[in-house]
T-cell receptor, first 115, second 108 residues
Framework: GAGVSQSPSNKVTEKGKDVELRCDPISGHTALYWYRQSLGQGLEFLIYFQGNSAPDKSGLPSDRFSAERTGGSVSTLTIQRTQQEDSAVYLC?????????????FGPGTRLTVL | AQRVTQPEKLLSVFKGAPVELKCNYSYSGSPELFWYVQYSRQRLQLLLRHISRESIKGFTADLNKGETSFHLKKPFAQEEDSAMYYCALRTGTYKYIFGTGTRLKVLA
């Protein structure tokens, strides 16, 4: 079956522009993470969605970052007024139903480059 | 502070040699630790979790609370083990802290 998908795979934008990154989790997965991986760094937690609960947004680095999850499925991460330090790979991961967060299923990532 | 440290960016070993990828953590609660792996041109995936005490692809990892370590070991490295390995600490029920990763190169 299809795994987690993300689009676009690559995005180059100019400083100050807004970008929207998309994540399609595995069907039926109730929980979803967004992570950021800057060059040479580990994965940095950004946000966590679980079912209909309020998301944990504690990892979002600034108010320029926001994320939504519509209908408990597709999620979009929006970065407004992009800065060069936003350049990174953005990873999405989903968790199977039941809530056990041991196994995250990762997408291929979106590589964002801000010029 | 909550932290995961992987001191080696790159580890090169010869095929058949033992491998140990180091991971140290800092966490005041009861730690839950994982190793994730990313093979070339593949996605990041779970390799093993400490609570299962399992051996996956010949790899094992023991949680040492005294030394706050969770090193990943394999007695005989294979070329197909070449990959990027990330140690991860789960704090609470869902939030993860990842290390910066170690690239393992197994040389023929």
């Amino acid at each position: 079956g299809a795994g987690v998908s993300q689009s676009p795979s690559n995005k180059v934008t100019e400083k100050g522009k807004d970008v929207e990154l998309r994540c399609d989790p595995i069907s039926g997965h109730t929980a979803l993470y967004w992570y950021r991986q800057s060059l040479g760094q580990g994965l940095e937690f950004l946000i966590y969605f679980q079912g209909n609960s309020a998301p944990d947004k504690s990892g979002l680095p600034s108010d320029r970052f926001s994320a939504e999850r519509t209908g408990g499925s597709v999620s979009t991460l929006t970065i407004q007024r992009t800065q060069q330090e936003d350049s990174a790979v953005y990873l999405c991961a989903s968790i199977s139903a039941g809530g056990n967060t041991d196994t995250q299923y990762f997408g291929p990532g979106t590589r964002l480059t801000v010029l | 502070a909550q932290r995961v440290t992987q001191p080696e960016k790159l580890l090169s070993v010869f095929k058949g040699a033992p491998v140990e990828l180091k991971c140290n953590y800092s966490y005041s609660g009861s730690p839950e630790l994982f190793w994730y792996v990313q093979y070339s041109r593949q996605r990041l995936q779970l390799l093993l979790r400490h609570i299962s005490r399992e051996s996956i692809k010949g790899f094992t990892a023991d949680l040492n609370k005294g030394e706050t370590s969770f090193h990943l070991k394999k007695p005989f490295a294979q070329e197909e083990d070449s990959a990027m390995y990330y140690c991860a600490l789960r704090t609470g029920t869902y939030k993860y802290i990842f290390g910066t990763g170690t690239r393992l190169k197994v040389l023929a």
